[in-house]
Structure formats: structure tokens, C-alpha cells
């Protein structure tokens, strides 16, 4: 929270003025085996799942956002990096890069002032790890695809939170989502369909033998807007703090070939565009469907500040085990590179590294979440102008931004008023003194 840059480790032995042996001591520390990804995180899930500032439906159930982030990363011998393709229609990133494809899943946090953060809770992995994962979990070349670990990943959040709902943008929206959606019934999905999504009315009632129809007539969803422009309703809607007039329709049709699951689509016409909403809860309100959709792009700004303000994506760990990575070769031929590695230290090398790099982001994670929750809950306290020079304030809320700039400026105050503090006499313990030297001249 309070590094200034992003370096990696050695910016957390830079700003903490810590000895340099601590270099390696933290370098053990994120592959060590006393802790692991999977119990920090239950950790972090149970205590969001307990916190006042949880945003919840009228039912209860928590609002979790999820989706994918890929960050390039350089590392010839760095485990998971792979080539990707870059969907960002930004000019200045490049259509392919090599780095890391996370799976990021966050849940809706927030205050009485109306401001509301997607914090956090599950950042894995979810490609370039297929040889990896053979090894110790004993899992097959068909691995799961990232739709599907998403769903999974949200499924074992439901576990801490409960009976969820979870927002998702319109590459999620396929029939292998479905199919393992079904398996965990705690779960719903709010999404996007596409333009030239296709769906099936309800079957007609079949007398006399032979099989039962699973569907019935074929429709383009997107052919609605016209056919049936008149069914359309209106209604006020405050839309990233402005209001809009949204005009909607609803109606609930089978989707998915071979599949035929009923969906519950929302045509939408804000400021003459159209959009296709869907949601496995045939429950919802179609204004609610449309309002919930609206939050789904905070995870992206979340993603945004665990970049810059914690660098949650500065790591540098890599394995000599690791064979080097060829740039110029397919993916694939990277994979069958680690097969081929049978020694089991290198293997558990390899796969500690992994841990490492999950670890490192997790912590961002938390990291992120903690200023967050300082933001919505002292916003009061806070004076933008005394912390750090505004040319425009936009918010009654701090950004997460604000708040590290705070934290960067105030920790050693914090640590000399508290100076019995666990944390306080950790970190003092491992500090580099401006005394050292100069008993050695003595």
C-alpha cells in the first residue's frame, strides 16, 4: 500500500528500510510452505462476507463480479507466460503480447453514500498451466477452458458468501457456462448476449408418441427491437450519476443448442443504442437486471488500481527448472517442453514458483481491498487537499489512490504512536539502522 514504485520485492525492502537480508528472507516467504493461496483466501472471503459495508440484494445474496485481466510479462523462464491475444481496442496496447492470463473475481462493497468498489477476492491463474497442473493434480490435457474456472472460482466463493449472484460480460455467455452452472444451484449469472444471439420459444404441448420437443420456434433475439417495439416499457434509471430514460423489454426464451436452457432476456434502448441483457434468475426484475449490469465494469476499475496504486501485477518470480521460453514456437510446443520434465525437485520448483506469483496477487488483492474499505468507511476524515494536490475533486469519497498517498505519507507517524504494535515491532525488528555503520567505524 505504501510502495512508491514497482520493482517488485525490492521496493517493499526499499520503503520499509529494511536490512538487505530481507530481500531473501521475503523471497522464501511467498514460496514458503506454512501458508497457502487457498487458505488466505478463504480468510479474506469470510472477512468480506462479514463486513457492514457488503452490498446485497433484497433477498440477501451478495452481488460478485468476475473476469479476465491479462498482463504482460517478459520472463523466459517464468511459469504460465504464454502469447495472447489483446481483445483492448486501446491503439496503444499491442495485439498480441506474452504475459499472464488471470482470472479475477470481485464482490460489490459499499456505504451509505450510494459509492460502490468491487473488492477483490480471487485472482488464479487460468491459462498457460495445463503441464503444470499433470504433475501434482493429476489433471488431463483437456483442462478446463477460462469460462468455465471462472464459474468454478465463484462457486467455491458461494461457499464463504452464500447463494450468490454473478455478473459477467458477453464472452461468458455459452453453453459450457450453463453446463457447469447447473451443477452449483446456489449460483445465478446476470450477463451480456450478443447481437446475433439466437433462442427458442417454449415447445408446444405434443400428444400421441415419440419424443417430447425440447424447443420450439427459432427467434433473433435482436429482431425483437422491432417486432416488438410496441411491448416496450420506460422507466428512470440513475446510470453512472446521471439519470437516463431506458426503454426495455422482457421476455424469457430457451437458449444454448442442444442445451435449451430458459434465460430471461432484457432487450435495452439507452440513448438510441441497443443491448442485450440475460440472466438465469427468471426471478428478476428486468430493471433490476439492467440497473446490477451497470456495475459489472467496476471490476475493470479495480483492475485499473491494482496495476497502479499497489502494483499488485509487480512480481518477478521465475525458476531455473523452467525450460526457456522460445517466442517464435507455438504454445503448445511450450507444454509439451514441461512434460517432458520428469526430475520431481524441478517439478516442485516450478510449481512453487506458480504458488508465488498467486500469492503476490492475492496480496495485491487484499492490499486494494483494505483501502477501499478505509475509503468508504473514514471518507469523513479524510481532506483531499492537506494529502495530495487536486486539480478537480469529482467524489466525496477518497480514491483508492488518495488513500495509499496517505498511507505513504503517515505509516511512520502511525508506527511511532503505536510503537508496540505486533506489525510496528516486526518491521522495526528488520530495519536497517543509520547507527549500524557507525559502530562498525567504531
Known amino acids: 500500500m505504501i510502495r512508491s514504485d514497482n520493482v517488485g520485492l525490492t521496493s517493499i525492502v526499499r520503503e520499509l528500510n529494511l536490512i538487505p537480508s530481507s530481500y531473501i528472507a521475503i523471497l522464501h516467504f511467498f514460496k514458503a510452505e506454512s501458508w497457502s493461496v487457498t487458505r488466505l483466501q478463504y480468510a479474506w472471503q469470510r472477512y468480506i462476507s462479514n463486513h457492514p459495508l457488503l452490498y446485497r440484494l433484497d433477498d440477501g445474496r451478495p452481488v460478485m463480479i468476475g473476469d479476465g485481466v491479462k498482463q504482460s510479462k517478459e520472463g523466459r523462464y517464468m511459469p504460465g507466460v504464454k502469447r495472447l491475444h489483446q481483445e483492448s ?18 464482490v460489490l462493497l459499499g456505504g451509505v453514500s450510494g459509492k460502490l468498489y468491487c473488492v477483490l477476492i480471487s485472482l488464479r491463474l487460468h491459462d498457460g498451466l495445463d503441464a503444470i497442473r499433470e504433475w501434482f493434480h493429476g489433471e488431463t490435457r ?50 451480456k448476449a450478443k447481437s446475433n444471439a439466437t433462442a427458442y420459444y417454449d415447445p408446444k404441448p405434443k400428444t400421441g408418441r415419440g419424443a417430447k420437443p425440447k424447443k420450439g420456434k427459432k427467434v433473433s433475439v435482436s429482431s425483437l427491437f422491432a417486432t416488438e417495439a410496441k411491448a416496450f416499457r420506460t422507466f428512470t434509471a440513475t446510470l453512472y450519476g446521471k439519470e437516463k430514460q431506458v426503454s426495455y423489454y422482457c421476455i424469457d426464451l430457451l437458449w444454448g443448442l442442444k442445451w435449451y436452457q430458459k434465460l430471461r432476456f432484457v432487450l435495452v434502448v439507452l440513448d438510441g443504442k441497443q443491448a442485450i441483457l440475460a440472466s438465469t434468475d427468471l426471478t428478476l426484475p428486468p430493471e433490476q437486471i439492467i440497473m446490477l449490469y451497470c456495475h459489472r465494469f467496476k471490476i475493470e476499475c479495480s483492475f485499473r488500481e491494482l496495476k497502479q496504486v499497489v502494483s499488485g501485477f509487480g512480481y518477478r518470480f521465475w525458476s531455473k527448472s523452467m525450460p526457456k521460453l522460445n517466442k517464435y514456437a507455438k504454445n503448445e ?23 508465488a506469483i498467486e500469492r503476490f496477487t492475492l496480496l495485491g488483492c487484499i492490499a486494494l481491498g483494505l483501502l477501499q474499505i478505509i475509503s468508504i468507511s473514514f471518507a469523513g476524515s479524510f481532506k483531499d487537499s492537506t494529502i495530495r494536490f487536486m486539480r478537480t475533486k469529482s467524489n466525496a469519497i477518497p480514491s483508492e489512490a488518495t488513500v495509499a498517498d496517505y498511507m505513504r505519507k503517515n505509516i511512520y507517524q502511525l508506527f511511532r504512536f503505536f510503537p508496540y504494535l505486533a506489525i510496528t515491532l516486526i518491521i522495526s525488528d528488520k530495519q536497517f539502522s543509520v547507527y549500524d555503520d557507525a559502530d562498525v567505524a567504531a
Open 142 to 191: 483437456n483442462e478446463d477452458s477460462h469460462v468455465v474456472k471462472m464459474i468454478k472460482d465463484a462457486a467455491v466463493a458461494t461457499r464463504v458468501l452464500g447463494a450468490s449472484l454473478l455478473l459477467l460480460d458477453r464472452l461468458y455467455l455459452t453453453v459450457p457456462m450453463l453446463t457447469t452452472l447447473f451443477m452449483f444451484p446456489e449460483l445465478h449469472v446476470v450477463t
Open 89 to 106: 481496442e486501446n491503439s496503444s496496447k499491442g495485439e498480441f503480447i506474452f504475459g499472464h492470463m488471470f482470472g479475477g473475481l470481485g
Open 333 to 355: 510446443a511450450s507444454q509439451d517442453k514441461l512434460r517432458k520434465i520428469k526430475d520431481t525437485k524441478a517439478q516442485t520448483n516450478i510449481e512453487s514458483t506458480v504458488d
